[in-house]
């Protein structure tokens, strides 16, 4: 029997990087899937990739109402869900004294309202003893220069689901975070130019004690542990950074 055969999963943010590879681990391992995104190239890449599984939807997870419709959406294709993972996220690599309103505004409305509204939304549909992952950061957990507003939002998102874990424990569904470090994706998860995206990937792997980026796939197998297999963990974020905060190179 294949490994998640019969389970139901939502990811927010899943048309490509570590989310795709999430989408793309339960649809391998027999899962039915609802993965969001607002790029058309990439829902229509997921698409394709995915196959009859995966429903892929277009959602602005910075838009309240777009996440309402999510619910109604997911709730009529998949009724209960198993695993929600709640992972779309937007960051800017700025100093502190030169970020905007707007980047502020978009880094907090996509990564922190957009989490607590996402969870908000689709909790009712995940079935007594199923979960939540939250997509948080280790940027959260030091101070890491040119990060101050995105490690404030991720911040947040970590105590939302220590809060969630409590709120949702009578109901069995156990609520965690895993906390990424440097990750090999297209876009390594920054709004940056070319350059600046190489110059942050060499970084990634100088002071990495592993001395290499994390895979989307390594990453996906954090959140599949966290939302199958931890079954008395909640409340917990599962730091996966190759060393990253703890071990000295």
Avoid: W
């Amino acid at each position: 029997m294949s490994r998640f055969a019969g389970k139901k999963a939502v990811i927010s943010g899943g048309t490509h990087g570590m989310g795709f590879a999430v989408a793309m681990a339960l649809v391998d391992g027999g899962a039915e899937v609802l993965i969001t995104g607002r790029d058309e190239q990439n829902l229509l890449k997921a698409r394709r990739e995915l196959g009859s599984a995966a429903h892929v939807v277009r959602c602005d997870v910075a838009d309240v109402d777009d996440i309402r419709a999510l619910g109604e959406e997911a709730g009529g294709r998949l009724g209960e869900i198993d695993l929600l993972h709640v992972n779309a996220g937007y960051a800017k690599l700025e100093p502190f004294d030169q970020v905007t309103v707007e980047t502020y505004d978009r880094t907090f409305a996509v990564n922190t309202r957009g989490a607590f509204f996402t969870a908000q939304v689709l909790a009712p549909l995940v079935r007594d003893g199923g979960a939540i992952v939250f997509t948080t950061s280790i940027a959260n957990i030091g101070g890491s220069a040119g990060m101050s507003v995105y490690a404030g939002a991720k911040a947040a998102v970590r105590s939302f689901a220590q809060v969630f874990a409590a709120e949702l424990v009578d109901r069995g569904i156990r609520v965690n975070a895993v906390s990424p470090g440097f990750v090999d994706t297209p876009t390594m998860g920054v709004d940056a130019s070319p350059r600046e995206r190489q110059e942050f990937h060499a970084l990634g792997d100088q002071i990495t004690p592993m001395k290499r980026h994390g895979s989307p796939e390594e990453i996906a197998a954090a959140v599949l542990f966290l939302g199958f297999e931890a079954t008395f963990t909640t409340g917990q974020e599962l730091i996966a950074d190759g060393g990253l905060v703890v071990v000295s190179a």
